[in-house]
């Protein structure tokens, strides 16, 4: 007597004494799209790039995900606003990245000895300020993720 051990529409599993059958009515094709799919999602997961990528990830809002990578210079004025890129965001979600002095990295934002970098968005694009000349025209590339404006 066989015996169904799980049965659904894409996979039935029966056992008859010591015997176990596998059936599938799953189509070969469709399984061939769903992970191509999944693998450009993972791709973009993954993908670190100056033009704009749709990560695959939503906010909290519902919204999409992006990233993109900037690099940049540092301003040349200590404790002034320097737009770093025009990117027009709705939400900031993450941000990371590296000035460099030398060989030298350092982090984009922080606060050290009274020395502080500091990330600001608005609609109109990301900004820096720094309050230490060291920073004075350094290169510098951020990692930012965002959502955008949507209608």
Known sequence: ???????SADIEITQTGDNIQLSTTVDI????SNVSTN??????????????VNTG????DGKPI????VQTTMGSTINSWN???NL???????KDGFWVSGTDKYPIERSYNNEEITIYYNQNGIYEMHNYTFVNNKNATLI????????
């Not at 094709?29 to 061939?32: I, R, V």
């Not at 693998?39 to 704009?52: A, F």
């Not at 992006?66 to 990578?69: M, N, T």
């Open 39 to 52: 693998t450009s999602n993972i791709e973009s997961l993954q993908t670190y790039s100056t033009n704009e």
């Open 83 to 85: 737009k770093i890129v």
């Open 57 to 60: 990830k939503v906010w909290i």
């Open 1 to 7: 007597m066989a015996v169904n051990l799980i049965n």
């Open 144 to 151: 930012l993720e965002y959502t955008k404006t949507t209608n």
């Open 29 to 32: 094709q469709t399984l061939e």
């Open 88 to 94: 027009s965001i709705d939400t900031l979600t993450r």
């Open 66 to 69: 992006y990233r993109k990578v």
